[in-house]
Nanobody, 125 residues
Framework: VQLQASGGGLVQAGGSLRLSCVASGRTVSWYTVAWFRQSPGKEREFVAVDFRSGGNKFYADSVKGRFIISRDRAKKMVDLQMNSLKPEDTAIYYC???????????????????WGQGTQVTVSS
């Protein structure tokens, strides 16, 4: 499965961006998709996940209430709507996918076998 992330850019604090992750080679219906981010000098951190079954969604505390993950099965796409952006949200954002990740490992990058190339999000103060 190939994943492609897009939608990053430069935005002022308080603004919004919408990232998209498109999966080629399979439908997203049977595929858990997550978003991670990484800033220079920091480890890759979990942002949000949309589980394949049941539609359960989980968010990092730092983005809860501001970010929304959603799935469009027809378009084989999982989006991340980012609102009320802060300078500390600046990072490269990656989408990741897995057929087998479970809830207890949802925040662990190594639990995901497929990764997109990343898209830069920069929030200016």
């Amino acid at each position: 499965v190939q994943l492609q992330a897009s939608g990053g850019g430069l935005v002022q604090a308080g603004g919004s961006l919408r990232l998209s992750c498109v999966a080629s080679g399979r439908t997203v219906s049977w595929y858990t998709v997550a978003w991670f981010r990484q800033s220079p000098g920091k480890e890759r951190e979990f942002v949000a996940v949309d589980f394949r079954s049941g539609g359960n969604k989980f968010y990092a505390d730092s983005v809860k209430g501001r970010f929304i993950i959603s799935r469009d099965r027809a378009k084989k796409m999982v989006d991340l709507q980012m609102n009320s952006l802060k300078p500390e949200d600046t990072a490269i954002y990656y989408c990741a996918g897995s057929e087998s990740v479970i809830s207890s490992t949802r925040t662990t990058p190594s639990a995901y076998g497929d990764w997109g190339q990343g898209t830069q999000v920069t929030v200016s103060s």
